[in-house]
């Protein structure tokens, strides 16, 4: 697994950082989602300047902690990118998974 993105969390339950692979090198922002009723409805949505690039679901580990699985995608990717957004030291790593 590879650390794909470095981010901050903000008071109003937002994350500001960047994400850089080899094809990507951009600011991004993940961001609460609207409440919806279904349950399969995603808790974060991910942006790029205007552009939603992807979705972020609150799961927790069988050790107890609290990490969110994002998917990223657009239609210049040759496939969706599978990440976990995770605490460490105090910041959020963003790392990629297969």
Do not use: C
Request: hydrophobic share 40%; net charge negative.
């Amino acid at each position: 697994m590879a650390q794909i993105g470095n981010f901050k969390r903000g008071e109003d339950g937002s994350y500001v950082g960047t994400i850089r692979t080899l094809s990507l090198n951009v600011k991004a922002r993940i961001m609460p989602a609207e409440s919806s009723q279904n349950d399969k409805a995603p808790d974060l949505r991910v942006f790029v300047g205007s552009v939603e690039i992807g979705a972020a679901w609150k799961r927790t580990s069988q050790e107890n902690t609290v990490y969110h699985s994002v998917k990223l995608d657009d239609p210049s990717f040759p496939a969706p990118i599978f990440a976990n957004l995770v605490e460490m030291d105090g910041e959020h790593a963003l790392i990629w998974s297969r």
